[in-house]
């Protein structure tokens, strides 16, 4: 059932998602200052890619004091728009029946989208 749901995902939407978090973060790569947050976007990119059948595990020093000032700068600049956005994407999918296992995805994607650093989606 996690292939069925990740192809319609990617159909639907899942890649241009994707897509977009890793041009942002290629783009992010382009300066030195930027280089940790462009590889969280590619990460989240690389995640969205299939979500299905997936959970968010935490590493075993996921609250490190640098890991968490880059998830607190990551919530201020980036986290917080990306994390609406599958919000809203979550809470329109929940209007149908057929789009509760999509919302879903979205709402599992929110946490990543929200703290990146010391996550990942497996």
Same mark, same amino acid.
Not at 57 to 80: H, K, M, T
Not at 88 to 101: D, E, H, N, Y
């Given at each position: ?33 930027? %280089?940790? #947050? /462009? ?8 995640? !969205? ?6 959970? =968010? +595990? ?17 919530? %201020?600049? #980036? /986290? ?8 809203? !994407? ?6 149908? =029946? +057929? ?24």
């Amino acid at each position: 059932m996690s292939i069925l749901g990740n192809v319609i995902w990617l159909i639907f939407g899942g890649f241009l998602a994707a897509l977009g978090y890793i041009l942002g973060g290629l783009l992010l790569c382009l300066t030195v200052v930027g %280089i940790p #947050f /462009g590889m969280q976007s590619m990460k989240i990119g690389i995640a !969205s890619l299939a979500p299905f059948g997936k959970e =968010i +595990v935490e590493a075993q020093q996921a609250n490190s004091p640098l890991r968490v000032l880059f998830n607190v700068l990551w919530i %201020i600049l #980036f /986290g917080w728009e990306i994390a609406l956005a599958h919000l809203l !994407s979550g809470l329109i999918l929940t209007v149908t =029946i +057929v789009g509760i296992p999509f919302a879903k995805q979205h709402f599992k994607l929110i946490p990543l989208a929200l703290l990146p650093f010391g996550r990942d989606l497996q």
